[in-house]
């Protein structure tokens, strides 16, 4: 009984986590029809930023909004300068964001070096949670509300402003959103901000959890795939479902299948994939 | 194309000490060419930095020479991918006319370029934690100065039993040939003794969260051990602790579990964890204190696994170098003076070789303490001239499979 | 394509004639091979993309698979190389055959996901299934065998088998764009309905593309692990992939040299700027952008359109 429950929170903890690392790669994924391979490398950027800013002094929430500022930022200045040339171009912007991930890897490399980087979460929120005589993370638990609270913050975004309603318009009909007179590129602009902004912020909120090393990026970008492929792209329920989908999988599936640790998430893609491939919430026909 | 190229040297076999008389003879101001193979990009990059500084440091304490001869290093990026390495190990020693290889870092990368530098006559220091290496698999121009995957586990387990009196354990590590080959050495030798490993858990080299892994921990051991590489150990102990069970069952590891690279930054986690390793910074020799103090001063870190391994090479090499007169264009000469001297005072003590190119030496049990904010793996046993056979003889022992995932079949698990 | 046949056929036996006199000396030649091989492993790539518009992030299944096939009869079942080669390229054929079934279900970036989860889990599967691959260790061939009696020890010997094969794969793929197929195939790429609508089976069009892909991705993989006598995980791993697509985007997709052009460049980025450049990975990126962006057809379209503007840059 205490191994099913145990690991159902587990496989929450993870889906929150896995939430606010694919919500933005859904997001941009959705509207310009890429999957922005560069996604872990903002990411892992988040998570040296953030740490760099604690080593500062700055405290862990104003860490992870300044992080996710300064990638938003970087993602904004990205697809203005890089992507948006290539308009139409998909397999070029495809390459363009691998491109652009070598760099990130490289340069963060070369700036902090191979050693881990821990980051500490807030102190209130590390002595472990007791729950029926057994332990599990406090920040852990911190993660799973920050993560429903940045979805109905994103639900609120969508669903409840104009921007929200032009992003769900350019999601479901490029060309007649842009009949409509919604500026389009400047719509992608806002959309890259927004889903890199998610990423750094993420990169902050899973660095307790994580850490920030070389390598993180592509560990984690692979995640980011299947819980689109899984929840379908572009859809923010789809991101929440399809990341707690990943979550209880990669938990359960680990646990009770030893021997398929090293394909366990990527045999429900492939599933996936051939029976329905717009995925569970997918809107967008591929 | 007109150049005698060093390959047609050594084709010739046993005219090369005359060739390198008559047509190559050594001048003595020709540097001592080192072909240094490390990984600088990519996932593996943080144990490659390392090696470098270890390196660069042995070489600055010792005025850039080895047996009396200048140095030239030449640092080689692999980027920590096989098919790499074998190319940029051709250049070394086939453009870059190498008199000896250091490295590379990853066991996959040394047996990618095993049969490679044997046909070129290529004397290798090794530096790759594999047991093949210097077991079924050992090569004539290769020596390794530092450890097999198995041979610090094996004087980890006896620590356990004997010291700790610990009898139920479990072994988690990553899992991939070093994790297994830990893992199982560490249970040859404790079940051996009479212990029983009750639980052993591989997750997955790229796992992105411990959680599920802790969570399955038996919660009635007396011990864990820990077999992880890289950031790995740091990752898990920190979930340990997270998830409540710090304190409760004692970490103990194999080389790289709780390596000086990772230990500051697991904090006071870290504090009790006892690991096996041939190195601590801590280790109290003359050597070893000009060592960790210039790589204070020129990297603010302790060296650790990775640039501990250079720094022997450099002081193993430099003695057999310094006997041969600073002779080194006989491989056969070079790489058999190296494994036949015994060297007293590298940063890890004393070494020797045995019959299979791996260094018999000291394993050190550490276990972290820390002192005014700062981890230390402090000696607290040290086991002497420790094979890599441990007790076992070395001709029975090789009748057995190398380590492996299955091999020795875990009889205890509990489930 | 605007290559006047003989022309190019010339410059190019020229050039695969020419490069072990011009190259200094046996490592240049080898690293000169490596590239070549990774050519052929390219050009069937672009089967897929530059023809049939289905652009694949798993192509290193087909060079890793055939190089674990041939590496795992020759090494552990003792088979002579003139079986363990042509099972390997069976067994490489094959599997694009399955994994084109499952592939095909989907279109554009669906098909694109599908091929990277494919090449992940046989990735996964090669990491983890010991007992046959060798886990992370791989499996490894001590000397390179002689085929057929010819003894391909030497660099020089090998080089010449590697530019045989490419010369033979670029007849193959020169015929086939010229074939009726070719014209389907290219079909199926920019109006599939129309295609449809004429009677063309576009499914199986796109079933045959995939699977002659495969067919020479194999024998690449074959080619690779002779060069390197070594096979590991990696060598069918994602990274793998995305370099091969890589290649061939950056020298020029539907063309026949741009992903030999590719293969080329990037091989010497890896191995030749690398020992001087040690920021080589973010070079490396830095190469994929301005490409990309200055010449979103690659570098031997763009290059083709620089020297000839009076084309408009069409082919």
Not at chain 3, 292 to 310: D, N
């Amino acid at each position: 009984m205490q191994f099913w429950i145990i690991q159902t929170l587990n496989s929450l903890a993870m889906g929150g986590l896995l939430f606010l690392l694919s919500a933005g790669f859904s997001l941009i994924f959705g509207l310009m029809r890429i999957p922005n391979l560069a996604h872990g490398g903002l990411f892992m950027l988040g998570a040296y930023v953030g740490a760099m800013c604690m080593q500062w002094g700055v405290p862990f929430w104003l860490a992870a909004i300044a992080a996710g500022l300064a990638v938003g930022a970087l993602g904004t200045v990205l697809e203005g300068g890089l992507l948006r040339r290539m308009a139409g171009n998909e397999q070029g912007q495809v390459l363009i964001t691998l491109g652009i991930s070598f760099i990130i890897a490289d340069l963060c490399l070369l700036t902090w070096g191979g050693d881990p980087v821990p980051l500490d979460a807030p102190r209130m929120l590390r002595p472990p949670v007791f729950l029926a005589g057994f332990a599990f993370p406090g920040y852990r638990l911190a993660v799973l509300a920050f993560a429903l609270i940045v979805a109905l913050g994103l639900w609120l975004l969508l669903e409840r402003t104009r921007l929200g309603a032009m992003i769900r318009a350019g999601v479901d009909d490029r060309l007649m959103a842009r009949s409509v007179g919604i500026r389009v590129s400047r719509l992608f602009s806002a959309v890259f901000f927004l889903g890199a902004f998610l990423a750094g912020l993420g990169g902050v909120i899973g660095g307790p959890i994580l850490s920030a090393y070389p390598g993180l990026d592509t560990d984690m970008l692979p995640l980011a795939l299947v819980v689109v492929i899984l929840g379908g792209v572009g859809s923010l329920p789809g991101a929440l479902v399809g990341s707690f989908l990943v979550g209880i999988i990669y938990n359960f599936g680990t646990a009770l299948f030893p021997d398929f640790a090293y394909v366990i998430l990527f045999l429900p893609m492939v599933v996936m994939l051939v029976v329905k491939p717009s995925g569970l919430f997918g809107r967008v026909t591929r | 194309m007109f150049t005698l190229s060093r390959r047609d040297v050594f084709k010739t076999g046993i005219g090369v000490s005359a060739l390198a008389l008559t047509g190559r003879a050594v001048r003595a101001d020709e540097p001592l060419r080192i072909g240094f193979l490390t990984v600088k990009t990519g996932p593996l990059a943080a144990g490659g930095i390392q090696m470098e500084q270890g390196m660069l440091t042995w070489l600055k304490l010792n005025n850039n020479k080895i047996g009396g001869r200048t140095v030239e290093l030449m640092v080689a990026d692999t980027n920590g991918v096989p098919a790499t390495t074998r190319t940029k190990t051709a250049e070394l020693v086939e453009r870059q006319k190498a008199h000896l290889l250091i490295g590379p870092l990853a066991a996959f990368e040394a047996l990618a370029v095993a049969d490679y530098t044997e046909s070129h006559h290529m004397p290798t220091m090794g530096l790759a934690a594999f047991d093949e290496g210097t077991q079924k698999g050992a090569q004539k121009y290769f020596a390794r100065p530092t450890a097999s995957a198995g041979q610090a586990s094996h004087a980890m387990a006896a620590y356990c039993y004997s010291e700790l009196k610990m009898r139920r354990m479990a072994v988690i590590a990553d899992d991939f040939a070093y994790g297994h080959q830990q893992t199982s050495a560490f249970l040859r030798v404790f079940e051996d003794m009479g212990g029983k490993i009750v639980q052993k858990i591989l997750p997955p080299l790229n796992a992105p969260d411990y959680g599920t892994y802790i969570s399955q921990i038996k919660t009635d051991l007396d011990g864990i051990f820990m077999g992880f590489a890289g950031s790995n150990g740091f990752r898990f102990t920190k979930a340990f602790f997270e998830y409540g069970l710090g304190g409760k069952i004692p970490l103990t590891g194999g080389l790289t579990a709780m390596d000086e690279a990772i230990l500051q930054q697991t904090g006071e986690d870290a504090v009790g964890i006892m690991t096996a390793n041939y190195y601590s910074a801590a280790y109290d020799n003359a050597a070893n204190k000009a060592f960790v103090a210039q790589m204070n001063k020129d990297y603010k870190a302790d060296p650790g696994y990775y640039a501990s391994g250079p720094a022997i090479c450099g002081a193993v090499l430099d003695a057999a170098i310094t006997k041969l007169g600073g002779k080194v264009d006989d491989p056969d000469l070079l790489i058999n003076t190296i494994r036949s001297n015994v060297v007293e005072n590298t940063i890890r003590g004393p070494v020797k070789f045995d019959a299979y190119g791996q260094a018999i030496g000291n394993i050190y049990i550490r276990k972290v303490e820390r002192k005014a904010g700062h981890n230390v793996n402090t000696v607290i046993k040290t086991y002497e001239n420790v094979s890599q056979f441990w007790t076992y003889d070395p001709v029975e022992f090789m009748k057995n499979p190398t380590y492996s995932r299955d091999w020795p079949v875990a009889k205890n698990l509990e489930n | 394509m605007t290559l006047r046949g003989s022309r190019f056929w010339a410059l190019m036996s020229l050039f695969l004639i020419a490069l072990p006199f011009a190259l200094p000396s046996d490592y240049y030649l080898g690293i000169a091979t490596h590239a070549l091989v990774l050519a052929i492993l390219a050009l069937s790539l672009d089967i897929l993309i530059g023809q049939g518009g289905m652009t694949s992030l798993g192509h290193a299944v087909y060079l890793g698979l055939p190089a674990y096939a041939a590496a795992w009869t020759m090494q552990n079942a003792n088979w002579p190389p003139e079986l363990a080669i042509p099972f390997a390229i069976a067994m490489g054929t094959a599997v694009s055959a399955l994994f084109a079934v499952l592939s095909l279900r989907a279109r554009g970036l669906g098909f694109l996901m599908i091929t990277l989860a494919l090449g992940q889990v046989m990735w996964g599967a090669a990491y983890r299934w010991v007992g046959l691959t060798g886990g992370d260790n791989g499996i490894r061939i001590p000397v390179r065998p002689p085929v057929l009696g010819i003894d391909i020890s030497s660099v020089r010997s090998f080089y010449v088998v590697v530019a045989l094969a490419l010369m033979v794969a670029l007849v193959c793929i020169w015929h086939l764009e010229r074939s009726p197929f070719g014209a389907c195939l290219r079909g199926t790429k920019d109006q599939p309905k129309r295609m449809n609508m004429l009677g063309h089976d576009v499914w199986s069009i796109r079933f045959l593309a995939f699977v002659f892909a495969g067919f020479w991705g194999s024998i690449a993989g074959v080619l690779y692990v002779f060069d390197y006598l070594y096979v590991s995980p990696s060598s069918l791993s994602l990274p793998q992939s995305a370099e091969a697509l890589l290649m061939v985007v950056l020298g020029g997709a539907g063309t026949l040299t741009g992903p030999v052009v590719g293969a080329i460049i990037i091989t010497v980025i890896k191995t030749v700027v690398s020992s001087y450049v040690d920021r080589w990975y973010s070079l490396l990126g830095l190469t994929f952008i301005i490409v990309v962006s200055v010449m979103p057809r690659g570098l031997v379209p763009g290059l083709k359109a620089w020297f000839a503007p009076k084309e408009g840059g069409a082919r």
